[in-house]
């Protein structure tokens, strides 16, 4: 996109401490560091969100994601590693541009990635979701399959093993309904395909 | 073990042999979805890499499904901790203006013979092929048969503290 700045490093037009690049994805270190080293991993081509980049160039991403952090670690011994990303005005994105964030953690460094968790709604919040995760896994039971929570914290008994084995085999793999839609969209990836990626 | 991912506290999203999606019972907010391996691990470099993409994708799917909460902002997260008890996940977070979850760091200003000598630090050590699945076969036993002074050891112990 001819305005976005990320755009620009990643043609070469602003400088910028290049790490790595391949062909779905770039990574600079960030010059305005949460913590130094930084790594900004960015989409090569211009995509505002990630859920606009390909399902190829994400597989790409993040298995480059896993790499850079491993190299990180590796190179300045961090007491911590964080990943980062953060997708629409409400959830602090301000680039124009996907943003992969791979941040070094030092201990006490005030970067506010450990959010304390509560308890939280989560039958209302799951009945609202359910519709669309029917769409987008058809083989998912979702009526059948247990209350984990709610139920077992109720009986306070622990799951007998054959229980939890004829639960695993009601669920269905997750593979024809994904197929039809390839037809559509090309580049669609599903769950199951991913290893044929892996030689 | 006292893991919630592991105990599926809450409701199961998405399931199958590798990965799974849990709506958190106990969460950051309401709508908080932890993506993990089903194996128990602490750090991303014990996650393979085909099941990291597969857990990438996942949450591409799942973040779709946050319009029926009115939303289409997310953040995902992930920490990394050698802490036994905490099992590596990537975050799926819905977020709304006003919902007080903050996540904005303050950036620092490093002088830029640091930031070179940590560029240099960093690209001096090549990039990890990606594994192919025989090679991640291979590498799973390999950590296994040296538990002692492995690289993901090393890592693990590298993230005793932080965060």
């Avoid at chain 1, 990574?27 to 790594?39: E, F, R, S, T």
Wanted: proline share 6%.
């Amino acid at each position: 996109m001819d305005n976005c700045p990320f755009c620009k490093i990643i043609s070469g037009e602003i400088p910028a401490k290049k790490l790595y690049e391949d062909d779905s994805c770039v990574a600079i270190l960030d010059i305005y560091p949460a913590n130094p080293g930084h790594v900004l991993l960015l989409s090569k081509t211009h995509h505002a969100s990630y859920l606009d980049i390909l399902d190829p160039d994400l597989v790409n991403i993040g298995v480059i994601s896993k790499k850079i952090g491993e190299n990180v670690i590796r190179a300045l011994k961090p007491d911590g590693l964080s990943i980062f990303v953060a997708d629409g005005a409400s959830a602090g994105q301000r680039a124009p541009h996907f943003i992969l964030h791979i941040i070094p953690r030092i201990e006490n460094d005030a970067v506010p990635l450990d959010s304390k968790k509560q308890a939280v709604q989560v039958d209302s919040i799951f009945e609202k979701l359910k519709p669309s995760l029917k769409d987008i896994f058809p083989d998912m039971d979702y009526d059948n399959l247990e209350k984990t929570d709610s139920v077992k914290e109720e009986l306070k008994v622990e799951p007998k093993q054959e229980d939890k084995i004829e639960h695993k085999q009601e669920i269905k793999p997750v593979q024809e309904p994904a197929k039809q839609k390839k037809e559509e969209t090309d580049d669609s990836i599903t769950l199951d395909n991913i290893k044929d990626l892996f030689g | 073990m006292d893991c919630a991912i592991c105990n599926k506290q809450g409701r199961v999203v998405y399931e199958d042999a590798e990965i799974m999606a849990i709506l958190l019972s106990k969460g950051i907010k309401e709508g908080h979805i932890a993506i993990s391996s089903k194996k128990h691990v602490n750090i991303i470099s014990q996650v393979g890499d085909e099941t990291i993409a597969k857990m990438y994708i996942l949450a591409k799917k799942i973040a779709g499904a946050y319009a029926a909460l009115n939303t289409s902002s997310f953040n995902i997260v992930a920490n990394n901790r050698s802490d036994e008890e905490f099992h590596f996940a990537l975050n799926l977070i819905p977020r709304s203006e006003g919902d007080n979850i903050n996540f904005q760091w303050n950036p620092k200003q490093i002088p830029p013979e640091q930031l070179g000598q940590i560029f240099d630090m960093i690209k001096a050590i090549p990039i990890n092929p990606v594994e192919s699945k025989k090679t991640e076969a291979k590498q799973a036993k390999k950590v296994e048969i040296d538990a002692d002074g492995q690289e993901d050891n090393y890592m693990l112990n590298q993230f005793r503290r932080v965060p």
